[in-house]
């Protein structure tokens, strides 16, 4: 099928670009096809006619060196990086995802990945604590939703996984999961070894960085209402073995006598 012009000169491949540019999550060749055919009705674009036009514009994407493509991911199509690309963001996307999620957190989405639907007692159940507080946190997040009710006393909320936690993993089914026995090979995969390495590097980092920031914010509280020369004066009475913050903490370094 020819790139199909509109009335303003718009062609169909852009119209479809920014369709799925705009969208906040993977939009469907459904939709795609709806929003097109309200403006043409003649149009008739089918899932094949919607893969020809994302493949022609990946063509374009990667003719150009651009650094991202279009994916199918989550049931729909969305932007995405080029594979090429992913070990200069890997710092990036892994410290992302270890502060959305935590370990509890990371724990009670694959017990309800790899069991749904399942309920709260059966999430405590396996788990052995309560976990009320962690599934309000992933239903917040939207990695998770309420699907019904159990057909047992009480009659339980029943939680799956939503089209979000698809995206979230850039997966398309959570048939695509990696399987119980494949995750142990998963975990001691060098790549994997690689990214834990970098994590816990920068992590470092970051514990050096907020111990200077409190040194300098004590240091300003202490000197900055004296003089440059009352400064001078009292730092050069500093032993050289004494530490420089100042602490008046009788279990610190003692002070040598004078003879």
């Not at 063509?59 to 279009?70: G, H, K, L």
């Not at 992302?96 to 749904?116: D, K």
């Not at 440059?228 to 050069?236: H, M, R």
């Amino acid at each position: 099928m020819l790139d199909y012009r509109f009335v303003d000169g718009t062609r169909l491949s852009s119209v479809i670009e920014s369709l799925i540019f705009a969208s906040p999550e993977p939009i469907s060749w459904e939709k795609l096809s709806a929003i097109i055919q309200e403006s043409e009705e003649e149009l008739q674009l089918d899932q094949k006619v919607i893969e020809r036009f994302v493949e022609q514009l990946n063509s374009r994407y990667e003719e150009n060196d651009f650094a991202f493509r279009i994916e199918r991911t989550g049931g729909g199509y969305t932007f995405a990086t080029q594979p090429r690309y992913h070990p200069w963001l890997s710092i990036f996307q892994h410290e992302n995802a270890y502060r959305r999620l935590s370990q509890p957190a990371i724990e009670t989405l694959a017990i309800v990945a790899y069991r749904q639907p399942i309920t709260k007692p059966e999430i405590d159940q396996i788990r052995g604590v309560d976990s009320g507080y962690i599934l309000r946190q992933l239903l917040e997040k939207m990695l998770i939703k309420v699907s019904g009710r159990a057909d047992s006393p009480g009659k339980p909320l029943l939680y799956k996984t939503t089209t979000y936690f698809l995206k979230h993993f850039g997966i398309n089914s959570v048939d695509e999961l990696p399987r119980p026995r494949e995750i142990d090979e998963i975990l001691k995969d060098d790549d994997m070894a690689e990214h834990r390495r970098l994590l816990m590097e920068r992590q470092m980092e970051i514990e050096d960085n907020q111990q200077a920031e409190e040194y300098i914010e004590e240091y300003i509280d202490r000197f900055q209402d004296k003089s440059p020369g009352e400064i001078e004066q009292e730092t050069d009475n500093y032993p050289e073995d004494q530490d420089t913050t100042g602490s008046n903490d009788e279990s610190g370094p003692e002070k040598s006598n004078p003879q």
